[in-house]
Nanobody, 124 residues
């Protein structure tokens, strides 16, 4: 059973940066594509970014394209989300997830394992 633990959330001013991490254990991390999702208060969970098992293929939601960068270090069983030029509308709980598949998916129903989330608050 894959276990995922997010870290790196916090309070930041608009225009600032944060880097989230997702540490994986209990599975073969390098075999799986990985995703970031987020859920803002009162809203549905939404896709943010995805990365292939090698890191060579990445996908982003239009709302974060050009500002966020997803990456992974398979030697450390860790995935990252570098968030720059943060906006107040980026405020949400951020979750890492995996479909436990080599195929890259961008929908939440395809995910097989989830972390508990880390809160990012962007103030104006």
């Amino acid at each position: 059973q894959v276990q995922l633990v997010e870290s790196g959330g916090g309070l930041v001013q608009a225009g600032g940066s944060l880097r989230l991490s997702c540490a994986a254990s209990g599975g073969t991390f390098s075999s799986y594509s990985m995703d970031w999702f987020r859920q803002a208060p009162g809203k549905e969970r939404e896709f943010v970014a995805a990365i292939s098992r090698s890191g060579g293929n990445t996908q982003y939601a239009d709302s974060v394209k050009g500002r966020f960068t997803i990456s992974r270090d398979n030697a450390k069983n860790t995935m990252y989300l570098q968030m720059n030029s943060l906006k107040t509308e980026d405020t949400a709980v951020y979750y890492c997830a995996t479909p436990r598949s080599a195929v890259v998916f961008t929908t939440s129903h395809a995910m097989d394992a989830w972390g508990k989330g880390t809160l990012v608050t962007v103030s104006s």
